[in-house]
């Protein structure tokens, strides 16, 4: 059988993007977002990131992203979508609750490779002195198709963040995200902060 289904939890991919960006901060209608992205790997090798990144509210309970990114050395390119489903709205007494399927293509050193996953996402707001926060916590995980190899892996991470109206900027044009990322697989852990920039 050429392809080899491999489920062990904790070989995850080599190479993590970032899956959930702004897609959790609360948007103007149809709003659209440029997003520049810039992304510190802990694990394997020290390298460098960075990206640009389009979101779109599709309407109030759905936002589309497009990604494209690239890093140092062994980080090739790496390309996405995904779209993040409201399930619960936010409110006082309870966070928004959400899902957000996606696809990625990665090139890692002379590997290229697909995945293919969801992140369930919970996110709750809160405010201190006027100045907003929306914290969240997601677990995006899914299948990795190897070119190289023609396996299929199963992979999995915890990713924690949080986004906010620029510290500053007076108005919610201008955004602040930062997020970070634990691969169940100890393959690529990684720090992030995105600027984003609002408009209609």
């Known amino acids: 059988m050429k392809y080899a289904l491999i489920f062990i939890l904790f070989q995850a991919s080599s190479l993590m993007a970032s899956v959930i960006g702004i897609s959790t901060h609360p948007l103007n209608d149809e709003a659209r977002v440029f997003s520049a992205e810039m992304t510190g790997y802990m694990s394997q090798r020290n390298e460098m990131g960075a990206g640009l990144r389009y979101t779109q509210e599709v309407d109030r309970h759905r936002i589309l992203d497009f990604t494209a990114s690239g890093g140092q050395d062994s980080r090739g390119l790496t390309l996405g979508t995904g779209m993040d489903f409201e399930l619960l709205s936010e409110d006082v007494s309870q966070p928004r609750i959400s899902l957000k399927p996606y696809v990625q293509y990665q090139k890692f050193e002379e590997e290229t490779s697909n ?86």
């Open 115 to 200: 995945l293919i996953g969801a992140a369930p996402t919970i996110r709750k707001g809160f405010s201190v002195h006027g100045q907003e926060f929306f914290p969240y916590l997601a677990i995006p995980s899914g299948m990795k198709i190897d070119s190289t190899t023609d396996e299929f892996v199963y992979y999995a991470s915890a990713t924690f963040g949080m986004s906010l109206p620029f510290p500053g900027a007076n108005n919610d044009k201008v955004l602040l995200s930062v997020e970070g990322n634990k691969d169940m697989g100890s393959t690529s852990d990684y720090v992030g902060c995105l600027v984003s920039w609002v408009w209609k």
